[in-house]
């Protein structure tokens, strides 16, 4: 039986509606670890660690599509709990279009600025040129993943979130099938990881744009649109901190990078890349869930339907707390597993991954809250608290804890950077959430 936005939600269906959310989510951030994991083990240290270096810039430039897609989302389901579906299918074609001729204009400029910008971040020799020839080849397909970024969000708003939970499998599967094909059979190399992990992409956003384009059974559907800047300034608005989440998680990323080349060198790169590509399928779960929701939130918040918002962000708190706890403590257990199966080869640079690992574990119990409350009042369409919390997360407590604690502990400082960054953004993220509280009724 099919989950609509208007029921009610208990547990159970409230974890059933979000759980294809957080599985295309996870097989989202697949992407990156499994074109690490080949090109750890298959390709060398040096392209590995450029890998590491370059996808903080094409993560910035994908980051768009989220922006579009949940600042877009929760007009569009707001639009469709007030009872006009007409209007939401407007809104919905207008901002797929503006996200597809995006993406064609920062694929050129992204081709053309891709090696001055590794230069930019520390790349030299060896390094710029693998720097690249990954992003060349990525950028091809940037149209299709910020669709497909986008999508994630508008599948869901139409009710069709196992649709878009197969479109990201398929899309996953396919990357991995690829990249052991391209590099392990065809020794294409790094080259072979590119294009592998574009491919995918463009299953990814194509697929469900053939599918809207058609007559379909969900809500919404691709139409004509006209030029509507004020939606598209309103969804750029709302959805501003996600976009500016994905910016600044890549500013910090690269400053993690050069604070680490300073004190650990190619080592460092490699071993914080190990801790990244873990760290994107455990948060990838709080994104999953927190995108998922949102159409549930914007829909009752339209339509004031106060005690189902109510219900819904009580239940939230508690499955990400839970969450929160369990990721934390499989973190650490699995710390040398994991960073086995990608530097294993290696033994100094296997020992410090280990310890990074172990420290970095802490901030699992923390990062959910941040993550669902920024998300939650971007549904609730107040981009500016969302904007807000995002910022001091990944921007302001992640910079100023990267940049002061390891003059005190050294590399260890940089481990635990981020558990300081989280816990303070976990209480600034309940601080929003009692201070509006009387505003939108959610408690």
Not at 106 to 114: A, D, N, Q, S
Not at 175 to 192: P, Q, R
Request: overall charge positive; proline content about 2%.
């Amino acid at each position: 039986m099919n989950i609509k936005l208007s029921d009610h939600f208990n547990y159970n269906k409230l974890l059933r509606f979000v759980l294809p959310s957080v599985i295309m989510m996870i097989f989202t951030s697949i992407y990156s670890v499994v074109d690490g994991l080949f090109v750890s083990n298959f390709v060398g240290k040096v392209p590995f660690a450029a890998i590491n270096l370059i996808f903080p810039l094409l993560m910035i430039l994908g980051a768009l599509g989220f922006m579009l897609g949940t600042g877009g989302s929760a007009i569009v389901a707001k639009t469709l709990g007030e009872g006009d579906r007409d209007c939401a299918n407007r809104y919905f074609s207008l901002l797929i279009y503006t996200a597809a001729i995006t993406g064609v204009v920062l694929t050129v400029l992204g081709v053309i600025f891709v090696r001055p910008a590794a230069g930019l971040m520390g790349a030299e020799g060896e390094m710029l040129e693998n720097c690249v020839l990954y992003g060349r080849i990525i950028l091809i397909a940037l149209p299709a993943f910020m669709l497909q970024n986008m999508f994630q969000s508008f599948l869901i708003t139409a009710e069709k979130p196992h649709m878009g939970l197969a479109v990201t499998v398929i899309a996953g599967v396919t990357n991995m099938i690829l990249d052991a094909v391209f590099i392990i059979v065809f020794k294409l190399g790094l080259a072979g990881a590119a294009a592998a992990t574009a491919i995918s992409q463009c299953i990814g956003g194509i697929v469900p744009l053939i599918y809207f384009l058609r007559k379909n059974s969900s809500l919404l559907r691709l139409t004509k649109a006209r030029f509507e800047p004020a939606v598209i300034l309103k969804s750029c608005a709302n959805g501003s901190s996600e976009l500016l989440s994905n910016i600044s998680a890549s500013v910090v990323t690269m400053l993690y990078n050069f604070k680490l080349m300073n004190l650990a060198g190619e080592n460092g790169i490699a071993a914080y890349g190990v801790i990244m590509y873990v760290q994107f399928v455990f948060v990838a779960i709080f994104i999953g869930y927190s995108i998922g929701c949102a159409p549930i939130v914007g829909y009752h918040y339209g339509a004031e339907n106060h005690n189902e918002l109510k219900s819904v962000f009580k239940k939230s708190i508690t499955i990400v707390g839970v969450c929160g706890a369990v990721l934390a403590v499989l973190a650490f257990v699995m710390s040398s597993p994991l960073s086995r199966l990608f530097v294993g080869y290696d033994k100094e640079l296997f020992n410090m991954t280990v310890r990074g690992f172990k420290m970095y574990s802490v901030s699992f119990l923390m990062c959910g809250f941040g993550i669902f409350g920024s998300s939650f009042f971007t549904a609730l369409s107040n981009g500016a608290v969302s904007a807000a919390i995002s910022f001091l997360r990944t921007v302001v407590f992640q910079i100023a804890a990267v940049l002061i604690l390891p003059i005190f502990w050294g590399i260890d400082g940089i481990w635990l950077a981020i558990s300081v960054a989280e816990l303070l953004a976990m209480l600034v993220t309940f601080g929003f959430l009692f201070k509006k509280r009387n505003v939108y009724h959610y408690m």
